[in-house]
C-alpha cells in the first residue's frame, strides 16, 4: 500500500492538494500537494540512505501527524527500515524505556517536541508535555523548521536510492502500548500485516479520486491519499473545527468519540459517512451524528494489535437490545473465539507479528470481555485488563503507578472513573504513611504527576486503598468506586 501511495501521489494529479489544513478563522489552507508529498517523501529516503541507515534499521518517529510524517514513513519503508512510533506526550520516563527498548539507530524529532525538553520545559509542561533531552538517548535529527537549541536538519537530498524488494514478513513498525517503565511493551507488525490493515481500511470506507476526507491518522491518510483523495487534517478546536464541516463538506469524517462530541456540542454539521473509534461509541452519539447531517453514522472497534476488527452502523447498533455494547461482524479475515474467562481473542492478516522481544501469537488476548451472537458479531462486556481510556487515549496505570510511590506514600494507584458523556476520568487515590502530613505530601506529588505528561490524573484523592484477595492486593475495582463517591461529593 505505501508503495502504491508513493507511485499514486507523483502520477494521479501531481498539482492537486494531497492535504490541507485550517486557519483560526475558518479558511482552508494547502499545506502540501500531491506531487510535493511524493518529493518529500523521496527526499527523506535519500538523505537517510545517506546516514547508511540499512533494511531492518530502527528509525524513531516522535513527530505529529501530518506530511512530514507521512514522508518519512513512506521513506523508511522504501529502505526497509522499522519505525518505532514516539508518543512525545507518554512522560519522561516512559519515552526514555520506550527508547532503551526500541534502540533506534536515529531518531526523528520536530522542532517542538525538543524545544519541549530544552528551553521551551515549562511552558510545555502547562501542556503536560515533559519530555527527556532525546539527544541523551541517541542521535536525533529535526525533521521541518529548526528552533535554537535543535539537532541539526534531516534535508532532503537528491541522490538517487536504489530500488529494493523487500521480504514482507520483515518488521515494519513498532508501537508502544502498555506494560512498565522496567519492562515496557510494544508491538510489532511486519511489513505485510501493515498492508493488511491498509487495505482492510480502504475496502471499508471505499475513499474515492477527488473526493474530501477529514481525519488526521496515519490509517485514514494512506487509503485516501493512495484512492486520489484529499485529507483535511481536522481543526484543534470545536468552533473551528465546526466552521471546517461546513467549508468543506467532506464524503468522510473520521473523529475519536470526545472529539465528535464537542463538535456537535459548537454546532458542527456533518455530510457523507462519519466513522468514530479508539473510544467507545454509543448507539445514542451515532444518532446525534447522523441528526448533524451524516448519511450513515459508523463506530470502528479496533486495536493497536489489530486494526480495524470490526464495525458497526448506527441502525445495527440501535437496534440491538440485549446487554453488551454490540461493535459488529468482524471484518474480512478476522476470526475471533472466547476463552474459558470470556475473555475475546481475534486474530487475522493484519494482527500485530509479535510483542518486541517476545516470540509471535497469532491470537490476540483483547482484554475485553464478550460474547458472540448466533450470526457471529461481536458483542463487548466489558475489560478484563486494568486499562483507563480516557480522551482516546489508553492508559496502563503499570507505567505511572510507581512514580507516585515517594517517602511518605503507603499505596497508590491509578483507577477510571466514569463521567458523564461516556468518557472515564483518570483518578489517582494516594494511600498516606502514617504520621505525614496529606498538605506536604501533595506539594511533594506535584513533581510525579507533572512528569505523566498526557496521563497526569484529572484528580488527586487521599485515602486508604482497598485490598481484596487472600493476598490483599488492592481492589481497583472498589477504589474506583470509592473515588467515584468522594468525586460526587
Request: net charge positive; proline share 9%.
Amino acid at each position: 500500500m505505501l508503495d502504491q501511495l508513493a507511485h499514486a501521489l507523483r502520477t494521479h494529479h501531481p498539482d492537486r492538494p494531497a492535504v490541507l489544513h485550517h486557519t483560526r478563522t475558518g479558511a482552508t489552507r494547502t499545506r502540501i500537494r500531491r506531487g510535493d508529498l511524493a518529493d518529500l517523501a523521496d527526499g527523506y529516503a535519500a538523505a537517510l540512505h545517506a546516514r547508511r541507515l540499512t533494511p531492518g534499521a530502527t528509525l524513531g518517529l516522535a513527530l505529529r501527524p501530518g506530511p512530514r510524517a507521512l514522508a518519512a514513513l513512506i521513506a523508511a519503508h522504501r529502505l526497509g527500515l522499522r519505525v518505532a512510533v514516539l508518543d512525545p506526550t507518554a512522560g519522561p520516563d516512559v519515552l526514555a524505556a520506550h527508547l532503551a527498548l526500541a534502540r533506534p539507530g536515529l531518531v526523528l524529532a520536530d522542532a517542538t517536541a525538543q524545544a519541549a525538553a530544552g528551553w521551551a520545559a515549562p511552558l510545555a509542561r502547562r501542556a503536560d508535555l515533559h519530555l527527556p533531552r532525546l539527544d541523551t538517548l541517541g542521535p536525533v535529527a529535526t525533521l521541518g523548521p529548526r528552533l535554537p537549541g535543535c539537532a541539526p536538519r534531516l534535508r532532503p537530498a537528491t541522490t538517487p536510492v536504489p530500488t529494493r524488494r523487500h521480504d514482507p514478513d520483515a518488521d515494519a513498525v513498532i508501537v508502544f502500548t502498555s506494560g512498565t517503565t522496567a519492562r515496557p511493551r510494544a508491538v510489532v507488525h511486519t511489513r505485510a500485516g501493515l498492508t493488511a490493515g491498509l487495505r482492510t481500511v480502504t475496502d471499508l470506507v471505499r475513499p474515492q479520486e477527488g473526493t474530501t476526507v477529514l481525519g488526521g491518522t496515519f490509517f485514514v491518510l494512506a487509503p485516501a491519499l493512495a484512492a486520489g483523495a484529499t485529507v483535511a487534517l481536522p481543526a484543534r478546536t470545536p468552533t473551528a473545527l465546526a466552521r471546517q464541516l461546513t467549508h468543506l463538506t467532506p464524503a468522510h469524517t473520521y473523529l475519536t468519540p470526545p472529539r465528535l462530541r464537542t463538535a456537535l456540542a459548537a454546532g458542527a454539521r456533518l455530510t457523507g459517512t462519519l466513522w468514530t473509534g479508539s473510544a467507545p461509541a454509543d448507539a445514542a452519539l451515532l444518532r446525534r451524528a447522523k441528526d448533524a447531517g451524516a448519511d450513515t453514522a459508523w463506530s470502528v472497534y479496533a486495536l493497536t494489535e489489530l486494526f480495524p476488527a470490526a464495525a458497526v452502523e448506527e441502525s445495527d447498533k440501535s437496534a440491538h437490545t440485549g446487554d453488551g455494547d454490540l461493535v459488529g461482524h468482524p471484518l474480512p479475515g478476522v476470526r475471533t473465539r472466547l476463552a474459558d474467562d470470556g475473555e475475546l481473542h481475534l486474530t487475522g492478516p493484519a494482527a500485530r507479528h509479535r510483542y518486541l522481544g517476545q516470540e509471535p501469537d497469532p491470537w490476540i488476548r483483547t482484554g475485553d470481555r464478550a460474547t458472540l451472537t448466533p450470526d457471529g458479531r461481536i458483542v463487548l462486556a466489558g475489560r478484563l485488563k486494568d486499562m483507563v481510556l480516557r480522551r482516546a487515549r489508553n492508559i496502563y496505570p503499570g507505567l505511572y503507578e510507581p512514580a507516585l510511590h515517594i517517602p511518605g506514600v503507603e499505596l497508590a494507584l491509578l483507577v477510571g472513573v466514569p463521567d458523564t458523556d461516556g468518557d472515564e476520568r483518570l483518578v489517582a487515590l494516594v494511600q498516606p504513611a502514617p504520621g505525614t502530613d496529606p498538605r506536604q505530601l501533595r506539594t511533594r506529588l506535584d513533581g510525579p504527576l507533572q512528569r505523566m505528561g498526557a496521563a497526569r490524573p484529572d484528580a488527586l484523592l487521599f485515602g486508604t486503598v482497598p485490598l481484596a484477595g487472600r493476598s490483599r492486593k488492592p481492589d481497583r475495582a472498589a477504589a474506583s468506586a470509592h473515588c467515584a463517591r468522594e468525586l460526587a461529593r
